[in-house]
């Protein structure tokens, strides 16, 4: 085929109560420079990264182990993990989370499996690790109460599904994984050819929660989205929404009765990762079409607080696609590509830009 295509499953983000797509935020900018903590020939193929207290914990696509565990300075602690389908296994990690409320708890998500494995913050310190408990196994699939999801986050009063339904975008569920509603509307259809499974299918979106698990961002993987809501244990509500484009130049395969959507090089990619501290949020940004090299990494990190009143840019002296803060937004982390295209654990230091916004 000449152009290629590349297929991707992805959902769409909600436009929230208060839209910032007329009034373009991240109007400061300010440049920050990375400093290499594990280089490339020490890493296998990293693809998340979370910061729990001083460790920085990476997740191999399919390098085994899976987990790899180092200090802040970047020196080894510990790795562990098979793919497998035992108890102690995972067949692919889907993500990274600390446990919701302050928990010293480290939370492994089985995409394929649904379940969560947990490791105690100590034990992954030590020399031994621990059995890891299951924290959560999802196997209902009852008619009535049918979840169709892909990434789940694990709260403590409730579970969030990245929903592939176009009842909602969010699935809000009980903790024995009962649907307690979908939230979230869709825009109108990208194309009426496509069935409703394949236009909430358009959008995936990256995931990120404060500490106690009282507000979400979403940043949609193919579009220029992000989203924030407020989430109690029975309601998902919107905050706040700045869109710059939606899915384009698509190409639609219609294989029989099947017809699936699919990106082309002209399209656009939006946010490669997401995350955030109990002050802002951090949304990184690629914008590059599909046809350019490595176009999931990015070198623009949108950032806004929590309570709408800062937002600002910072861009990246490297091209990175995986990132997490520290609690005290001094620090970020991220995964990197080197100039040979080597990934590499990069941080940089944004303490002066906080200090510099706090004294504002």
Known sequence: MANKIFLLTIIFC??????????????????????????????????????????????????????????????????????????????????????????????????????????????????????????????????DTLVLFDKLILGNQWIIGESRSLKGRIALMNMDGSLIKYTGDYPPEINPKLGDYENANLYASGIALNSDGSRMALATYAAGLIDLYEISSNSVKPLWSYKEFVPNHLEIIEMGEVVRAAFTKKSRYGYPDITASDRFVYALFSGKKFEEPNYSFGKTIRCISWDLSVDFELHTDVNVNRISVSKDDKTIYAIAMSDDTEPEIVSFDISHIINNINHK
């Open 14 to 143: 909600v436009i929230g109560c208060r839209n910032s797509s007329n009034n373009t935020p991240f109007k400061s900018v300010y440049n920050i420079s990375s400093s290499i903590l594990v280089q490339g020939e020490k890493l296998y193929d990293p693809w998340d990264i979370v910061l729990i207290d001083s460790l920085i914990i990476i997740a191999n696509q399919k390098g085994e182990p899976l987990i790899e565990v180092y200090d802040v300075s970047g020196k080894l602690i510990q790795n562990f993990l098979t793919k497998g389908k035992g108890p102690e296994e995972i067949l692919m990690v889907g993500g990274l989370q600390q446990r919701i409320g302050g928990n010293k708890q480290l939370l492994v998500y089985d995409l394929f499996q649904k379940k969560f494995l947990q490791y105690d913050l100590a034990d992954i310190s030590s020399i031994m690790i621990d059995k890891p408990t299951i924290a959560l196994s999802y196997y209902r699939q009852h008619t």
